[in-house]
């Protein structure tokens, strides 16, 4: 089985910083994408920010320059850091994975989500 583990949530002042971190773990064979998304109270769930298996990244237009993805693929972990957060940052964010695994010699891939942690920015 694989999991993905996330952590670093919080509540943050308006102008703060937070870091997540998300941990794959399980039989996992290789990771392609990985990415974070958001889901604010009353929304539906957006992507905040991906990251391929090359280092290639993507970030939603309301983030960019503020918030950085990373990857450590020796570690399975995928960061997100987060810098000038604003209220509008508010939200559950979940972690996403598009994960290969292998059994009895054929490969599989699938999406996998985290639990999801909260950032709440207020002063």
């Known amino acids: 089985q694989v999991q993905l583990v996330e952590s670093g949530g919080g509540l943050v002042q308006p102008g703060g910083s937070l870091r997540l971190s998300c941990a794959a773990s399980g039989s996992i064979f290789s990771i392609n994408a990985m990415g974070w998304y958001g889901q604010a109270p009353g929304k539906q769930r957006e992507l905040v920010a991906a990251?391929?298996?090359?280092?290639?990244?993507t970030y939603a237009g309301s983030v960019k320059s503020r918030f950085t993805i990373t990857r450590d693929n020796a570690k399975n972990t995928v960061y997100l850091q987060m810098s000038s957060l604003k209220p509008d940052d508010t939200a559950v964010y979940y972690c996403?994975?598009?994960?290969?695994?292998?059994?009895?010699?054929?490969?599989?891939?699938?999406?996998?989500w985290g639990q999801g942690t909260q950032v709440t920015v207020s002063s």
């Open positions: 996403n994975a598009d994960i290969v695994t292998l059994r009895f010699g054929k490969t599989y891939g699938y999406d996998y």
């Open positions: 990251i391929t298996s090359g280092g290639r990244t």
